[in-house]
């Protein structure tokens, strides 16, 4: 008999069971710090308090931290997090500056995480198409007997998988990828077709 989990959001159900099982991540420690990252243009929007909810709830320590501490701050990034997050509104804001700072962290193992069709994801080498699909049921590559049901339809853009990124999380009926991990350097980068 299967589960079916009712969602609002797949971001976060997903995110959280690839969290804290950290099924993106080949060692068997859990994260320590986590930073979210936001941009005082935009304000503290959803997207970064609901990461930091689900890290509470996980028990994790996750920081909201401004986006420019990647330039400013990089060497209190690295001895301080383990984990960037950064949501597709703030990815779409970053400098090019900023994308490389990232890109350098997770090449010295900080793990990325991003979502939607942003910046950030496009520049760490996942290649997201124009096309878009509606999805309203999703499987965990860990958890096939728990069907994750959206509440209302999702509409994501797709990504093309390549040999290198591992799919965690698909759309049940047609298999788009919804959640994947693509190594970048010591670090990943795992990537949410939706906020």
């Known amino acids: 008999m299967s589960v079916v989990l009712l969602v609002n959001t797949l971001g976060g159900v997903t995110f959280a069971g690839s969290f ?10 859990y994260a320590s710090h986590v ?19 689900i890290l509470k709830l996980l028990g994790v320590d996750g920081k ?7 330039t400013d701050g990089k060497d209190s990034i690295t001895s301080e997090y383990s984990h960037i997050i950064v949501s597709g ?12 700072s990232l890109g350098g962290f997770s090449l010295k193992g900080i793990h990325l995480i991003t979502d939607s069709k942003s910046k950030l994801a496009i520049r760490m080498g996942l290649n997201i198409t124009n096309e878009t699909r509606t999805i ?3 499987e965990n590559i860990n958890h096939k007997a728990m069907s994750i049901k959206y509440r209302e339809p999702v ?15 698909y759309e049940k009926d047609s298999g788009i990828p919804l959640e994947t991990v693509l190594d970048s350097g010591a670090g990943k980068v795992l990537y949410l077709a939706c906020p």
Request: charged share 30%.
């Open 155 to 169: 509409t994501i853009s797709v990504i093309e998988t390549s040999p290198d990124m591992r799919v965690l999380t």
């Open 64 to 70: 909201v931290v401004e986006k420019s501490v990647v």
């Open 136 to 138: 309203e049921v999703a």
């Open 35 to 53: 930073a979210i990252l936001y941009d005082k243009e935009l304000g503290l929007t959803e997207a970064e308090m609901r990461y930091y909810k």
């Open 89 to 100: 509104s703030v990815s779409n804001n970053l400098s090019d500056e900023e994308i490389l």
């Open 20 to 29: 804290s099982n950290l099924e993106f991540s080949e060692t068997s420690e």
